[in-house]
Nanobody, 124 residues
Framework: QVQLVESGGGLVQAGESLRLSCTASGRTLSTYAMGWFRQAPGKGREVVAAISRSGTSTYHADSVKGRFTISRDNAKNALYLQMNNLQPEDTGVYFC?????????????????WGQGTEVTVSS
C-alpha cells in the first residue's frame, strides 16, 4: 500500500505558473503508474496527465497539452505537475493517484490509491 500527499496548490492569476508535487510513503512510487486528476467545482473528476512507471511515456489531456507537464523522480519518490499559463478553467482540486501496471492510464477506475488533493484557484 502507498500513501500519497499532494502539495503546491494555491491562488494565482491567469498566465502564472504552479508546480504541484506528490510524495509517497509506504511502497515506492516506482512500483506504480501515476496520474494527475482534477475536479472543478460542481463537476466530475477528470484526468489531466498520466505517466508510465519508468517515466518514459506520458499522456496529457488536450485541455492542458502544451501548458502542463507531468514528470516523476523515482529516486526521490515523487511525482510532479508543472503548470504554466494557468487559466481560470484550470481551477479545481488536483489529485495524484497510483495504478498497478507499467503504462499510462486515463481511466479513473484503474487507479487504486489517491491523495487528498491540493486546491488550485486561478483568477482572471
Amino acid at each position: 500500500q502507498v500513501q500519497l500527499v499532494e502539495s503546491g496548490g494555491g491562488l494565482v492569476q491567469a498566465g502564472e505558473s504552479l508546480r504541484l508535487s506528490c510524495t509517497a510513503s509506504g511502497r515506492t512510487l516506482s512500483t506504480y503508474a501515476m496520474g494527475w486528476f482534477r475536479q472543478a467545482p460542481g463537476k466530475g473528476r477528470e484526468v489531466v496527465a498520466a505517466i508510465s512507471r519508468s517515466g518514459t511515456s506520458t499522456y496529457h489531456a488536450d485541455s492542458v497539452k502544451g501548458r502542463f507537464t507531468i514528470s516523476r523522480d523515482n529516486a526521490k519518490n515523487a511525482l510532479y505537475l508543472q503548470m504554466n499559463n494557468l487559466q481560470p478553467e484550470d481551477t479545481g482540486v488536483y489529485f495524484c493517484a497510483a495504478a498497478e501496471g507499467a503504462g499510462w492510464y486515463r481511466r479513473l477506475d484503474l487507479y487504486k490509491y489517491w491523495g487528498q488533493g491540493t486546491e488550485v484557484t486561478v483568477s482572471s
